[in-house]
């Protein structure tokens, strides 16, 4: 998987490292293990998604791209694939997610590999994590169809967040990935791929 990621442009050695590190089957339904390594998205349960290696490692890479990796917020923990290789890069990782079952989940998944710098909480992933904030870094796992308003004031000054956002009145239709920047003027937004994610929901279930 890793050479993959290497022959699709992934360059940063400390996001390689991270991919090869964490187990990806550990994370997918027995029945999908033999697949667990193939560049494709797969289902989880509770209508999610685990992202494709791919997108996970060009997420990261664009996050730590000429920065030192500090405190992250993961907005959308899912299975706890994502929020397990974000552990291997930073210090400190906060992971929010709103399913309650999927985020028990997630906790059995990331039992095994004991990583003491993760710490998980159940909440809206629009409202973000106040009481953590401010974050130099934060992901977002779903696509939202506005930038969230409580994420960008949570972001650090000099920090940087990549999301996916959706096409307003096109349900289904056209995602792009989108990085923010945070500096003295404010932010400053620049488009990067398109991509496919689950929508991002209010509140919490």
């Given amino acids: 998987m890793v050479e993959r990621l290497r022959g699709q442009g992934i360059r940063n050695e400390r996001v390689l490292a991270a991919m090869a590190a964490v187990p990806r089957h550990l994370f997918v339904e027995e029945a999908l293990a033999s697949r667990a390594y193939e560049d494709t998205a797969l289902p989880i349960g509770f209508g999610q998604t685990i992202s494709q290696p791919y997108v996970v490692a060009r997420m990261v890479e664009v996050l730590i791209e000429n ?5 992250l917020l993961e907005v959308g923990t899912g299975c706890g694939y994502q929020a ?30 004991r990583l003491k710098n993760l710490r998980l909480a159940h909440g809206d992933g629009y409202a973000g994590l106040e009481s ?35 096409e307003v009145g096109k349900d289904g239709g056209r995602q792009r990935l989108v990085l923010v920047e945070r500096n003295g003027r404010g932010f400053r937004e620049s488009e990067l791929d398109a991509v496919r994610f689950v929508p991002m929901e209010a509140g919490k279930a």
């Fill in 84 to 113: 397990a290789v974000l552990a291997h890069v930073f210090p400190e990782v906060y992971s929010i997610e709103r399913i309650k079952g999927m985020l028990e989940r997630a906790r059995g998944n990331l039992l095994p590999l």
């Fill in 67 to 71: 920065q030192s990796p500090q405190k």
């Fill in 132 to 166: 953590a904030a401010p974050f130099q870094s934060i992901i977002v796992a779903a696509a939202a169809p506005r930038m969230p308003e409580a994420l960008l004031r949570q972001l650090a000054p000099g920090g940087r967040m990549v999301l996916p956002l959706a």
